[in-house]
Nanobody
Framework: VQLQASGGGLVQAGGSLRLSCAAS????????MGWFRQAPGKEREFVGA????????YYAESAKGRFAISRDNAKSSVYLQMNSLKPEDTAVYFC??????????????????WGQGTQVTVSS
């Protein structure tokens, strides 16, 4: 399984970005995909996850209402739409995958496959 995250960049506070994660190796519907982020000097933080077979999503409290995860199984891609961005959202964003819904979807150790990360910088 290979994951390729893209779409990061520099955005002003209040703006929006959409990150993409392209998956290869198996049918996307086979996966649970997670989004995580890591700011300098901080631990990797859960953002949200999606079960690609049926679109079920689960979000961290910090993401609810501002972020949305979706998938396009035909394009083997998962998306993270981020709205109303804040400077504290600045981080490297990673996508991750596993094959079944994890017991603890917010734990990085639950995911077997990881993409390389894409930088998101939100200026004030």
């Amino acid at each position: 399984v290979q994951l390729q995250a893209s779409g990061g960049g520099l955005v002003q506070a209040g703006g929006s970005l959409r990150l993409s994660c392209a998956a290869s190796g198996n049918t996307l519907s086979s996966y649970v995909m997670g989004w995580f982020r890591q700011a300098p000097g901080k631990e990797r933080e859960f953002v949200g996850a999606i079960r690609c077979s049926d679109g079920t999503t689960y979000y961290a409290e910090s993401a609810k209402g501002r972020f949305a995860i979706s998938r396009d199984n035909a394009k083997s891609s998962v998306y993270l739409q981020m709205n109303s961005l804040k400077p504290e959202d600045t981080a490297v964003y990673f996508c991750a995958a596993r094959f079944r819904w994890p017991t603890f979807p917010g734990r990085p150790g639950e995911y077997r496959y990881w993409g390389q990360g894409t930088q998101v910088t939100v200026s004030s």
